[in-house]
T-cell receptor
Framework: GDSVTQMEGPVTLSEEAFLTINCTYTATGYPSLFWYVQYPGEGLQLLLKATKADDKGSNKGFEATYRKETTSFHLEKGSVQVSDSAVYFCALSGDYKLSFGAGTTVTVRA | EAGVTQSPTHLIKTRGQQATLRCSPISGHTSVYWYQQALGLGLQFLLWYDEGEERNRGNFPPRFSGRQFPNYSSELNVNALELEDSALYLC?????????????FGPGTRLTVL
């Protein structure tokens, strides 16, 4: 079945540091890939998406590229802020449901 | 445009009771999904409804059930509550015929079973 493996956290960074969160997947067919973010006490917000191989999703300074050859969708941001502190989930769409990674908790210190 | 709404925000029940959670999708969305986010277990798919029908079900016992109403809102019912049902229950909606199945989530209902 479909599955997502996500880099384990927690990750602690200083402001303006570079962030990368690794995500790999196993799926049949050609799934769409997503990154969702969950701020403390809130639900999930869609951060970015990619729907086919080599697509790059981007939003709020975050980027991720759909790599079919390595079955990966790593999330990156060049310069993080304290407000980026949250839990980040990688997900894939298959059979009209989302399969999520375990989530990576990111804390950014001023 | 209003997002996905869920009620109640918090729900406290005791073992053996029943819980009812409600969700209203984004206007125009016909599909509603339910997920459980339990501590240490991550986000697990529970149920998918579209056009009033249950379309898919995750690996949960039958005491987890629900329905979708003609206005596309949905209800999740959990019968015979157990302590391990304590979790954040998230509802999401999407356009069924949208191929890439982008789902939009509500803020969740925090269910605590004592």
């Amino acid at each position: 079945g479909d599955s997502v493996t996500q880099m384990e956290g927690p990750v602690t960074l200083s402001e303006e540091a570079f962030l990368t969160i690794n995500c790999t997947y196993t799926a049949t067919g050609y799934p769409s890939l997503f990154w969702y973010v969950q701020y403390p006490g809130e639900g999930l917000q869609l951060l970015l998406k990619a729907t086919k191989a080599d697509d790059k999703g981007s939003n709020k300074g975050f980027e991720a590229t759909y790599r079919k050859e390595t079955t990966s969708f790593h999330l990156e941001k060049g310069s993080v802020q304290v407000s980026d502190s949250a839990v980040y989930f990688c997900a894939l769409s298959g059979d009209y449901k989302l399969s999520f990674g375990a989530g990576t908790t990111v804390t950014v210190r001023a | 445009e209003a997002g996905v709404t869920q009620s109640p925000t918090h729900l406290i029940k005791t073992r053996g009771q029943q819980a009812t959670l409600r969700c209203s999708p984004i206007s125009g969305h016909t599909s509603v999904y339910w997920y459980q986010q339990a501590l240490g277990l991550g986000l697990q798919f529970l149920l998918w409804y579209d056009e009033g029908e249950e379309r898919n079900r995750g690996n949960f016992p039958p005491r987890f059930s629900g329905r979708q109403f003609p206005n596309y809102s949905s209800e999740l019912n959990v019968n015979a509550l157990e302590l391990e049902d304590s979790a954040l229950y998230l509802c999401a909606s999407s356009l069924f015929r949208k191929v890439h199945n982008e789902q939009f989530f509500g803020p969740g209902t925090r269910l605590t079973v004592l």
